[in-house]
């Protein structure tokens, strides 16, 4: 029986020195997680918001002039798209300009 609870204390005090070294690493990995994120984390934070702005930016303005595009060219290009057939306009190459249905009630004749 001694030797039973010999190697129960033994078992006790592995156990504690194991639970004390992990969770020293583990506070370690946390510190130095805190660090690696606090300088670099930053800075890529920064830059990755700052690309992200630029390409909202591009998109908006690549919005902009494909509707100055549509305005300018809408008499010209829709007149086409308004007298192909339905199959044309939804499976053929008219395809590509669906937009010409927002300029519908101003092309004349287009029904």
Aim: glycine share 6%.
């Amino acid at each position: 029986m001694a030797k039973f609870d010999r190697n129960a204390a033994h078992r006790a005090i592995v156990t504690l020195f194991g639970g004390f070294l992990g969770i020293s690493i583990l506070a370690s990995a946390v510190i130095l997680a805190f660090i690696i994120l606090s300088t670099v984390g930053a800075p890529l934070w920064a830059s990755w918001s700052a690309h992200t702005s630029r390409l909202e930016l591009e998109k908006e303005r690549v919005a902009r002039i494909e509707k100055a595009a549509q305005e300018n060219s809408f008499q010209v290009v829709c007149s086409d798209y308004f007298e192909a057939s339905f199959l044309d306009r939804w499976i053929g190459g008219y395809r590509r300009l669906s937009w010409c249905e927002d300029y519908r009630d101003r092309i004349p004749g287009a029904s």
